[in-house]
């Protein structure tokens, strides 16, 4: 069974539009992190933010915004007047518990085409 | 500033060639991961490290090993490349645990194809 999934797998907005990337997790772990990752099209993964399971806290920082809710187990991420330096891969990941320690699990990756 | 380096940036090799793929922290991480990434499949984890002399499989490791010689470098080795092993390979470390929130450093990426 998939761990992360991001069933959105490719969305186009025009600038200015508001849009949201799902994620929907799967864990029997009690305590764990979720995380969001971009990939813009130069290549690099740059890390955004992170959330653990007892913060169900939403949070803001700028035009980007993520809602967490545990009772349906997604940790979605919104961009609030979306610009072209938006289009990118973007990656939800899970930490998972294994019998060595922790690894991250990440999901297939939404791509977001923002055009003008 | 710290960094992780890749290299090389792009490696084209034949098929049944051993390969290995270069990765060096300056973090001072325990940390070590590789994962590939292929269109339609996101991020898989390819083997990690939790220190020197530690090494784990992680869920597409056949065909791939690596050993921690130092806390620096996770060299990654492909024993026997194969068609689908082409794709880009990145390296990540953390200060500490993903189970406690540390977040994973990436490196650039090495961008492989075998023919």
């Known amino acids: 069974a998939q761990k992360v999934t991001q069933a959105q797998t490719e969305i186009s907005v025009v600038e200015k539009e508001d849009v949201t990337l799902d994620c929907v997790y799967e864990?029997?772990?009690?305590?764990?992190?979720l995380f969001w990752y971009k990939q813009p099209p130069s290549g690099e993964l740059v890390f955004l933010i992170r959330?653990?399971?007892?913060?169900?806290q939403n949070e803001i920082s700028g035009r980007y915004s993520w809602n967490f809710q545990k009772s349906t187990s997604s940790f979605n991420f919104t961009i609030t007047a979306s610009q072209v330096v938006d289009s990118a891969v973007y990656f939800c990941a899970l930490s998972e518990d294994n019998q060595a320690g922790t690894a991250l699990i990440f999901g297939k990756g939404t791509t977001l085409s923002v055009s003008s | 500033d710290a960094e992780i380096t890749q290299s090389p940036r792009h490696k084209i090799t034949e098929t049944g060639r051993q390969v290995t793929l270069a990765c060096h922290q300056t973090w001072n991480h325990n940390n070590m991961f590789w994962y590939r990434q292929d269109l339609g499949h996101g991020l898989r984890l390819i083997h990690y490290?939790?220190?020197?002399?530690?090494?784990n499989k992680g869920e597409v490791s056949d065909g791939y090993s690596v050993s921690r010689s130092n806390t620096e470098d996770l060299p990654l080795t492909l024993e026997s490349a194969a068609s689908s092993q082409t794709s880009v390979y990145f390296c990540?470390?953390?200060?500490?645990?993903?189970?406690?929130?540390?977040?994973?450093?990436f490196g650039n990426g090495t961008r492989l194809t075998v023919t």
């Open positions: 490290s939790y220190g020197v002399h530690d090494t």
């Open positions: 959330r653990n399971s007892f913060d169900e």
């Open positions: 990540a470390s953390s200060e500490a645990s993903v189970g406690m929130g540390s977040p994973l450093h």
């Open positions: 864990t029997r772990d009690t305590t764990y992190y």
